[in-house]
């Protein structure tokens, strides 16, 4: 969302900007006085977090400290009057703010503060303090202090434009925020408008719906409004169409000073088609295992229920639930088998061929599933992977492939058994029982830990207990170790083979062979951010998958550089049952913690993310709580089409072929012998691109089919301009 203000007859509000800030990492509430004596203190960018600074690792609290002469004529260039302005921006994870030793705002919550640390790393602090109060020391010097406390990497403030000190304008205070109606029964938008301030503004605010690719406005909503102030916001109720790319704008004429505010928001927009209601296959035909191990398999098959899966010719050794479509058993034989399943409800019937390949390679497709880390944190319970799982069922994921449950950190009890092996905290009441009752769903369970003594989360690892933690994951049913690097790097430090790969290698090979000598195929995932180019060695210590960068989170920055930056020399490293993992989605409600949000990605960068990972051929593992999701996310998630390139059984990942300055085309070759075929703009600003100029470049001249993946529908095979909007994607299979 952009806000943009102009104006004519309005004063501009004269602002003091700090972009650095002296600093010391400690805490000592003695620093929030203005004597206070910081002269040995660090200069520090307050643009920027504080790691990287030179500021000591794993630091907790830090204070920052501002010295400022705040001039009386600020007052005078504002025709507002009200109070002055402190705009510290996003601090991570919770903060106090002094100006002369007096608290004047507090954002999040630390360890020590009532109901413990809760972190408000996203939020932009703006801390107001009255023009008449006594803090304020006019045309003299002033210092605001600044109490910062992290609960994990990365920590302090991180404010691009500086911290800003202002009083603001009349028009300054003004807020434009949409919302989605929830009770309406159209797609409804809500644009509110609102003041920060006491002062009443009155003007005319103008709603238009907009249509970005053919740039003609659909609808517009002009309202006079009057007496808008804090807490006394108004609204207009916008309808718009789902299934449409739109834009909602809205602008707001103050009448006193003539300045104008506007902002523009996309709303979500559902491309994928829902489903039919008679049966529908959506998951590949082809499943990995090992000769004896115990099978969990879901045959994945949307449409109305109830329905009946069933097999006249399965192997002997399995069997399937009819009501659930659970595959179990095991075979013990290495070699293929093939048969057919038969899937029936009130609406129709389908059929597809299923081959089950016994032998020594699992995860012949990358895999698809849940895992508790962006939504929960270190907060997750056997009870939030129980509900989690319901609603994979309930909202028609597992239809669609999606069957690993991953307990992520956050599991363990602080002291092994006195027999050595691992005890759960008092957040599992029985991991066996959770494990049974997955897999009598067909789904599958998954855990986590660390090669060292602690994990990322201080939790405990595995290390001089592996074979003892294989045996418990065993007798739980654990179908997925995500073994993360963390507590181990401290060990490391102290080896003096430490710069050669096989110090990188040896934790993790150590795993492999406990966990190979359990009956039962559990899913390998490294986690140690791609140290050591992982990804030339991952597939030698029989790894599944490897995550090949640091940490995702829900920027476009982020994902950015892990997907486009990161991803894009790694094509040759990924293979049928050995994947790269550029880390889990972040699409729905996350939050890394008990609080949750939506994501901040934009709807068309959330369809870039999930485009993106689906020729990557990476793992999908849903981050968000499952029990909120929101139909425009089980549109991203739940398109057929698009999730079968993901799991497309050649398991190659797609090449970045097309830099063309903010263009980027990524193709991957399908076992159909198609292509599928990313067109990106990961620019700033909308483009027209036509693909045809590409086409020899890629090779596909003489194209016969282009078919869009996330609309299901075919497209002209001679006209191939596409309007792409910023940091979105063009999505299309073509032959
Ligand atoms: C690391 C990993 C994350 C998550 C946390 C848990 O940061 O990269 O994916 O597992 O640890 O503490």
Redesign the pocket.
């Known amino acids: 969302m952009l806000l943009s203000a102009s104006g004519m007859l309005g004063l501009q509000a004269q602002t003091l900007t700090f972009k650095t800030a002296r600093f010391k990492a400690m805490d000592d509430p003695a620093c929030a006085a203005p004597s206070y004596d910081d002269k040995n203190w660090q200069t520090l960018k307050v643009t920027q977090v504080w790691d990287g600074q030179g500021v000591p690792e794993n630091t907790r609290y830090g204070w920052y400290r501002f010295t400022m002469r705040i001039p009386k004529s600020l007052v005078e260039a504002s025709d507002l009057k009200e109070c002055l302005e402190f705009h510290l921006g996003p601090i991570d994870d919770a903060d106090e703010a002094y100006l002369n030793g007096t608290l004047i705002g507090k954002t999040g919550k630390m360890p020590s503060d009532e109901g413990g640390y809760h972190s408000a790393w996203s939020t932009p602090r703006v801390y107001q303090v009255k023009l008449d109060s006594k803090a304020i020391r006019w045309d003299e010097e002033n210092v605001l202090a600044v109490r910062c406390y992290s609960g994990n990497h990365p920590g302090g403030m991180f404010v691009p434009e500086g911290v800003v000190v202002k009083v603001p304008s009349r028009i300054d205070g003004t807020t434009l925020s949409f919302s989605r109606k929830p009770s309406a029964k159209e797609p409804t938008c809500t644009v509110q408008l609102g003041s920060t301030h006491q002062t009443a503004l009155s003007g005319q605010l103008t709603v238009e719906v907009i249509d970005p690719e053919t740039e003609q406005t659909l609808n517009t909503i002009t309202r006079k409004v009057s007496g808008v102030k804090a807490g006394k916001p108004v609204s207009v109720d916008v309808p718009y169409d789902l299934s449409r790319m739109l834009q909602i704008k809205a602008s707001f004429k103050e009448k006193k000073s003539g300045c104008t505010v506007a902002s523009i928001h996309q709303p979500q927009y559902i491309l994928t088609p829902a489903a039919p209601a008679a049966p529908r296959f959506n998951t590949p035909a082809l499943y990995g295992a090992r000769p004896g191990s115990p099978i969990h398999f879901r045959f994945g098959v949307s449409g109305e229920r109830p329905m009946k899966i069933t097999s006249s010719n399965l192997p002997a050794g399995l069997s399937i639930n009819p009501d659930n479509g659970a595959l179990s058993g095991s075979i013990a034989k290495p070699g293929g088998y093939t048969f057919t399943v038969c899937a029936e409800n009130a609406k129709g019937k389908a059929e597809q061929k299923f081959t089950i390949r016994v032998g020594s390679k699992i995860a012949l497709t990358p895999p698809m599933g849940w895992n508790s ?1 962006n939504c929960w944190g ?1 907060s997750v319970t056997q009870d939030k992977v129980i509900s989690s799982a319901k609603a994979l069922i309930e909202k028609g994921l597992a239809d669609y492939g999606y069957a690993y449950m991953n307990i ?3 599991w363990e009890a602080p002291q092994r058994n006195a027999d050595g092996t691992i005890a759960v905290n008092e957040k599992f009441p029985s991991m066996k029982e959770l494990g049974d009752w997955l897999h009598s769903e067909g789904l599958k369970f998954g855990i ?1 830990s660390s090669p060292g003594d602690l ?3 201080g939790y405990l690892g595995s290390i001089d207990h592996e074979l003892q933690d294989a045996e418990s994951y065993n007798s739980w049913g654990v179908d997925y170790l ?1 073994y ?1 690097w ?1 507590g181990y790097g401290r060990k490391h430090a102290t080896e003096p083979d430490n710069q050669t790969v096989a110090s990188f290698v040896r934790p993790y090979l150590l795993m492999e062979r406990c966990l190979r000598q359990q009956p039962r195929d559990i899913f390998y995932s490294l ?1 140690q ?1 791609g140290m050591a180019d992982v990804w030339k060695w991952g597939e030698a210590v029989d790894a599944n998958s490897w ?1 090949t960068t ?2 995702i989170t829900d920027t476009w920055t982020s994902m950015y550089d892990i997907g486009f930056v990161r991803q894009a020399e790694l094509q040759p490293y990924a293979k049928p049952g050995h994947w790269n993992d550029p ?2 989605l972040i699409v729905g409600k996350v939050g890394w913690s008990a609080n949750l949000r939506d994501s901040r990605l934009t709807p068309d960068e959330q369809y870039t993310h999930i485009s993106l990972w689906t020729l990557l051929a990476s793992n999908m593992l849903i981050g968000c709580d499952l029990a909120q999701l929101d139909d425009f996310t089980i549109g991203l998630l739940c398109n057929n089409e698009v999730n079968a390139v993901n799991q497309d059984i050649l398991g190659i990942q797609a090449k970045r072929d097309i830099e063309d300055g903010d263009i980027q085309i990524w193709t991957r070759p399908l076992s159909d012998g198609s292509r599928a075929v990313g067109i990106f703009n990961v620019g700033a600003e909308p483009m027209r691109v036509d693909f045809g100029k590409y086409l020899k470049q890629l090779g596909l001249e003489g194209l016969s089919s282009v078919r869009d993946l996330w609309r299901q529908k075919d497209l002209s095979t001679t006209d191939l301009r596409y309007y792409i909007p910023t940091h979105g994607v063009r999505y299309i299979k073509v032959k």
């Open positions: 880390w270190l992520d950190d956050g986590y994990t990322c989360g995500k993360d963390c986690c951010y995550r640091g940490d880390d889990m």
